[in-house]
């Protein structure tokens, strides 16, 4: 573990002390709240309050909001750790890392450097337990056989996991896409608070998938579930898309994959009411902000108009992205609170 020396000398906080009672998880919003933020997540022109050390580099293609920002009822506290700039509040910490990559080599070193940094900040700050992992990787389907770059991403990934003496298996919700830039951009939220991984029982767990993936598997669990009280708790959705078992549905087929990938999300929710019973999981809608990746901006009016449909008042935001196979055109992930 890193010494507590190594805190920037210029941490910097806003905000005063929260009051008895205040809400202690995250809540997202997609206007600029009156309060710090903890996270601010640029997806159009940068956020206020923040820059896009947080972002995913990615083009927004439309939708209801071109921000996020995570805030919590507590101060918060900024600095940077070996190159990683971070945000605390309370029992909450934000970081991220950008690294140059080249989208003609092979990323694994690149990725075990960039998840062992992560891995030993969250030491050194004290950040307890990731919570939710984003994952931004150029070119992620560039490449053939075991030398695409996604598989080369797990490889990489589960080097610094096993280093780490973490699990696959124990691992947080994660999403990983891929973009035009020239940066492989990793986002982690960590916590204290009790977390519940949540599997879907359509899928396979990812950390089991069989071998015709890739050398490693997928280190990152459907679902993870945070609360205290019945009225506040909050469901953080992974990258969803339309794979049964282990296989993709409907491949190429957007009509198909939008079926399937909704109804995996129903599932996911449906999963964590039976997993926890004392909190009141509704289905999505205006308690719910989600993110849409699609691979081909020619597709997102027809996706907006499905999720839309699908769950009303839901606030959606669209990006182009690259999904990690090359058969799947469009990919989800959300954070839903039960209203």
């Known amino acids: 573990m890193e010494a507590m020396s190594r805190y920037p000398s210029n941490i910097s906080q806003v905000g005063a002390p929260p009051e008895a009672g205040t809400r202690c998880l995250p809540e997202v919003l997609t206007a600029p709240p009156p309060r710090p933020i903890l ?36 101060p ?44 030993s900040a969250l030491h050194t700050l004290d950040g307890r337990q990731f919570i939710r992992l984003w994952n931004f990787i150029p070119a992620i389907n560039a490449g053939f056989g075991d030398d695409e770059r996604y598989r080369r991403f797990c490889v990489g990934r589960g080097r610094a996991l096993d280093a780490a003496g973490l699990d696959d298996g124990k691992l947080c919700a994660a999403t990983a896409i891929g973009g035009d830039g020239s940066d492989l951009r990793i986002v982690a939220l960590a916590g204290k608070t009790s977390a519940h991984h949540i599997e879907n029982p359509r899928q396979i767990s990812a950390h089991r ?18 609360g205290g009280d019945q009225d506040d708790a909050l469901l953080l959705i992974s990258g969803t898309a339309s794979v049964v078992g282990h296989a993709t549905a409907h491949p190429h087929e957007l009509a198909g994959q939008l079926d399937e990938m909704t109804r995996n999300v129903d599932v996911l929710v449906a999963e964590a009411a039976e997993q926890l019973p004392g909190k009141s999981w509704s289905g999505l809608g205006p308690g719910t902000v989600m993110r849409a990746y699609v691979r081909d901006a020619r597709d997102w009016p027809a996706v907006r108009d499905h999720l839309l449909a699908r769950w009303p008042g839901l606030r959606l935001a669209g990006l182009r992205g690259d999904i990690c196979r090359r058969d799947l055109l469009v990919e989800v992930e959300a954070v839903h609170r039960p209203v």
Do not use: N
């Open 39 to 74: 996270l601010p997540v640029s997806l159009g022109t940068a956020p206020d309050g923040g820059d896009d050390a947080f972002c995913p580099g990615l083009t927004l293609l439309g939708g209801d909001h071109d921000a996020e920002y995570w805030t919590v009822d507590a």
């Open 76 to 119: 918060v506290s900024t600095g940077t750790l070996d190159g990683l700039p971070w945000r605390r509040a309370g029992d909450w910490l934000a970081m991220a890392i950008s690294l140059v990559d080249s989208s003609e080599k092979d990323p694994a070193d690149l990725v075990e450097q960039a998840y062992r940094r992560l891995v």
């Open 209 to 226: 998938y069989p071998r015709q993936y890739g050398p490693r598997s997928p280190a990152f669990a459907r679902a993870t579930a945070l």
